[in-house]
């Protein structure tokens, strides 16, 4: 008999970037490789008590056609003979939302469905997912992005008592249209955490270190190389980069080894080696870690 995926959810839609993610935390390892699905141009799907993954490959297959969330969710239902057990979250290609509980799905159990998004759970302590809810209609009118809102909503479900069982695992899946890494996908962002005692609070923490990986530059944050030219020499110097003088002279070795290093850290995102002025992030990660 497969197990239970007792969980707390969100799938959500930003339409101010585009932007179509899920976000999960449960008792149960690895729980978002099985409850997260997502495409641009789609939507969002999260299947979890007894977890059906169908609902998240043909959802997606019907909801890019045009298929609204509830009218996924019916269809797919519909055919199901252990849809009682079932739970799952839908935001479509157009920001619709939907959710279904079975009747059989374990106590408590239920959703809450708002603009652009759907919250749902089982196993749950009660107002865990009221409280997701509610922290995420406040979280998206302030600062940060779909990624960040998501996982303060899981925060909140978790504060709220979240699963009775307790906590393992965690994730965040965010796409768009040619988002990802290189720019030939949709997976913009895609974290996990697969068993940890406090999964939210890790996965908070991978939030932040994807965004100074892959953020996009402030252009309030360039500064000229020539400014940080001397720091970043002897920055260069003491990482075995850079042989030549402190001079303050951004020069083409100083380039040559600064784009070295920026690729060993793995910031080429931030900084491609061109141009006349660097991300102040860039600098500030550089000097605090490796000063």
Request: proline share 3%; glycine share 12%.
């Amino acid at each position: 008999m497969t197990r239970p995926i007792a969980t707390f959810s969100i799938v959500a839609y930003d339409p101010g970037r585009q932007e179509w993610g899920v976000a999960v935390q449960s008792k149960f390892l690895a729980c978002a490789a099985v409850v997260s699905w997502a495409r641009a141009g789609a939507g969002a799907v999260a299947t979890q008590s007894f977890a059906n993954v169908a609902y998240g490959l043909d959802g997606l297959d019907m909801m890019e056609q045009d298929a609204g969330a509830e009218e996924t969710i019916a269809a797919l239902t519909a055919a199901d003979e252990q849809r009682a057990q079932r739970q799952v979250g839908m935001v479509d290609k157009r920001g619709r939302a939907a959710a279904y509980t079975g009747a059989e799905c374990y106590d408590w159990a239920g959703h809450a469905i708002g603009d652009g998004f759907a919250c749902q759970g089982n196993i749950l302590v009660p107002g865990t997912v009221q409280a997701m809810a509610a922290a995420f209609e406040e979280a998206r009118h302030g600062p940060g992005e779909l990624a960040d809102w998501l996982v303060s909503a899981l925060a909140a479900g978790q504060a709220a008592g979240g699963d009775r069982r307790g906590r393992q695992a965690a994730g965040v899946l965010v796409v768009r249209h040619n988002g990802g890494y290189g720019g030939n996908n949709d997976r913009y962002l895609d974290l996990r955490v697969d068993d940890d005692p406090q999964p939210i609070d890790k996965l908070g923490e991978l939030v932040r270190m994807h965004h100074l990986f892959f953020g996009v530059t402030d252009p309030a944050d360039l500064v000229p190389l020539s400014d940080v030219a001397g720091e970043l020499q002897a920055l260069l110097r003491r990482t075995g980069h850079y042989d030549g003088p402190v001079s303050g002279d951004f020069d083409e070795t100083t380039r040559r080894a600064l784009r070295a290093l920026v690729g060993s850290e793995n910031l080429e995102e931030r900084w491609d080696g061109t141009g006349e002025q660097i991300d102040r992030v860039v600098v500030d990660y550089l000097l605090k870690r490796l000063g």
